[in-house]
């Protein structure tokens, strides 16, 4: 079975690549009862060898199972299946629920104090870091830029105790961002989203700038949601295995 990287460009539907192809064959594996609860999934180098696939990419969706509840691993054991369905993702020590619950609490009034607030600084510090983001073309460095976005914000509102509570979350905010742009490719989208909530502040507009930012949670939690709901299985591999022969190393 080759699960080889098959993620593209383009103004077309969005190719998976070699994790999204190996997580969707394994949690279909899972919620088939293949591996019930319990059961240890093959080792690292099996799977690899299976699936033909690289270890790193084998690990990015080990991760991601374990980030959606599936499993957990093991230090020197393995990985074991810990639930036949995904519920509610885990990023660092929170579920999705409530990450999502308390960032709509903050974040969106925090973007409506900024718009009323928000020094020169603070929207030059918010346009070179939307522009860096607009640039960048590596997932890591983007998602750590993300977290930096919501925090300068945050600051524009000129209030210490906000960006003290987006700083309290920031490592699920990041394992959050990671997860939506490995499997829901929302970067481009996230970009937009981001640029509509610095023009209200540029604006000056309370108004706008709520809007703006419950627009942007609103987007997260859809794509959350279609993740989670997703099924798209056997149907994912074989088009990954038909649209780009060959090993992924990366």
């Given at each position: 079975?080759n699960?080889?990287?098959?993620?593209?460009?383009?103004s077309?539907?969005?190719?998976?690549?070699?994790m999204?192809?190996?997580?969707?064959h394994?949690?279909?594996?899972?919620e088939?009862?293949?591996?019930a609860?319990g059961?240890?999934?093959?080792?690292?180098?099996?799977?690899?060898r299976?699936?033909?696939v690289s270890r790193?990419?084998?690990?990015?969706?080990?991760?991601?199972?374990?980030?959606m509840?599936?499993?957990v691993?093991?230090?020197?054991?393995?990985t074991?299946?810990?639930?036949s369905a995904?519920?509610?993702?885990?990023f660092?020590?929170?579920?999705a629920?409530?990450?999502?619950?308390?960032?709509?609490h903050?974040?969106?009034?925090?973007?409506?104090?900024a718009?009323?607030?928000r020094t020169?600084?603070?929207?030059?510090?918010?346009a070179?870091?939307l522009d860096?983001?607009?640039?960048?073309?590596?997932?890591?460095a983007?998602?750590?830029?993300d977290?930096?976005?919501?925090l300068?914000?945050a600051e524009?509102?000129q209030?210490p105790?906000?960006?003290?509570l987006?700083?309290?979350?920031r490592d699920a905010l990041?394992?959050?961002?990671a997860?939506?742009n490995?499997?829901g490719?929302?970067r481009e989208?996230?970009?937009?989203?981001?640029?509509?909530?610095?023009?209200?502040?540029?604006?000056?507009?309370?108004?706008?700038?709520?809007?703006?930012?419950?627009?942007?949670?609103?987007r997260v939690?859809?794509?959350?949601t279609?993740?989670?709901?997703s099924?798209?299985?056997?149907t994912?591999?074989?088009?990954?295995?038909?649209?780009?022969p060959?090993?992924?190393d990366?």
């Open positions: 079975m699960l080889s990287d098959s993620q593209t460009g383009g077309g539907p969005r190719r998976v690549s070699a999204e192809a190996v997580l969707a394994l949690r279909n594996a899972i088939r009862g293949e591996y609860i059961d240890k999934l093959p080792s690292e180098a099996e799977l690899c299976t699936l033909e790193p990419v084998l690990r990015e969706a080990l991760r991601a199972l374990q980030t509840g599936l499993t691993s093991k230090t020197g054991k393995g074991f299946v810990v639930a995904v519920e509610d993702p885990t660092g020590d929170y579920a629920s409530d990450l999502l619950e308390v960032r709509r903050i974040e969106i009034p925090v973007a409506g104090y718009a009323l607030r020169p600084e603070n929207l030059d510090r918010l070179h870091l860096r983001m607009e640039r960048e073309t590596d997932t890591t983007w998602v750590a830029m977290t930096l976005f919501h300068a914000v524009a509102a209030n105790v906000f960006r003290r987006i700083e309290e979350i990041a394992r959050q961002s997860f939506l490995e499997l490719g929302r989208q996230s970009n937009r989203e981001h640029r509509a909530i610095v023009e209200a502040l540029a604006d000056g507009s309370e108004h706008d700038a709520v809007e703006a930012m419950s627009h942007h949670l609103d939690e859809t794509t959350l279609d993740i989670v709901r099924s798209r299985g056997d994912t591999a074989e088009r990954a295995d038909t649209t780009a060959g090993r992924a990366a």
